[in-house]
Nanobody, 126 residues
């Protein structure tokens, strides 16, 4: 079974930065996609950024220019680097993994492409 464990959340002032990490165990070695999503209470979960095994990335317009996704295969870790954080970035951040690489990069942000999810890590920006 795939397990995803997020860390790195916390409280930060507006304008600050955080780096979230997601350690993956039992994951896929090829033809996969991984992504970060965010949920604010009362709202639907929204995609933030995704990457696949071919290195293609996709970043949501809402965070483009501020958030960067990367992965370290040797450490089985996915990262989300968040800069210039705003109060509206407050929420629970989830890491997700999908068993297949979608044919188009724009599909990387679709929640339906993901099969396994972490428990989430809270980010609070004030």
């Amino acid at each position: 079974d795939v397990q995803l464990v997020e860390s790195g959340g916390g409280s930060v002032q507006a304008g600050g930065s955080l780096r979230l990490s997601c350690v993956v165990s039992g994951g896929y070695t090829s033809n996969y996609c991984m992504g970060w999503f965010r949920q604010v209470p009362g709202n639907e979960r929204e995609p933030l950024a995704s990457i696949d095994s071919d290195g293609r990335t996709s970043v949501a317009d809402s965070v483009k220019g501020r958030f960067t996704i990367s992965q370290d295969g040797a450490k089985n870790t996915l990262y989300l680097i968040m800069n210039n954080l705003k109060a509206e970035d407050t929420g629970i951040y989830y890491c997700a993994a999908g068993r297949f690489t979608p044919p188009h990069a724009r599909q990387l942000l679709l929640e339906t492409e993901y099969d396994d999810w972490g428990q989430g890590t809270q980010v609070t920006v004030s």
